[in-house]
């Protein structure tokens, strides 16, 4: 079952195009910041060799330009899908009550004991 959804926000990552290992659908990932210290996962389904969709996403990630994608197909599993009925709009800057934060990564350190542990950092801004 899929139900619709709206997303306002920032773009933080946008990953390069691959190909599903379960099916042969092509798609690449958006990483989007929906609130200050909250981000958004969603899979943007694409044709073979298809790179204008990503291109708009990479262009407002580098101008940190919030953007609004609406009519996203979210699964039972949660999952958010960008797709066919999908659209992308710029979205104003009055409608965004946050600012835009570097993605974070996740570091995964392993002690003297051998215990993981995973945090996440910040990523140092581009010069």
């Known amino acids: ?40 996962v969603f899979k943007v389904m694409v044709k073979a060799h298809e790179f204008s969709k990503r291109q708009l996403f990479l262009d407002a990630m580098v101008a ?26 710029d979205a104003p800057p009055h409608d965004v009550d946050f600012k835009f934060s570097p993605p974070t990564k996740e570091v995964t350190k392993i002690d003297s004991s051998g215990l993981k542990i995973n945090f996440f950092v910040r990523e140092p801004a581009g010069d």
């Open 64 to 89: 940190q330009k919030p953007i609004m994608a609406k009519h996203l197909q979210v699964s039972s599993t949660g999952t958010h899908f960008f797709n066919y009925s999908s659209a992308v709009f």
């Open 1 to 40: 079952m899929f139900y619709l959804a709206d997303l306002v926000g920032y773009v933080q990552v946008c990953t390069e195009i691959q190909k599903s290992s379960q099916s042969s659908n092509t798609f690449f990932d958006v990483h989007l910041q929906v609130a200050q210290e909250q981000k958004t």
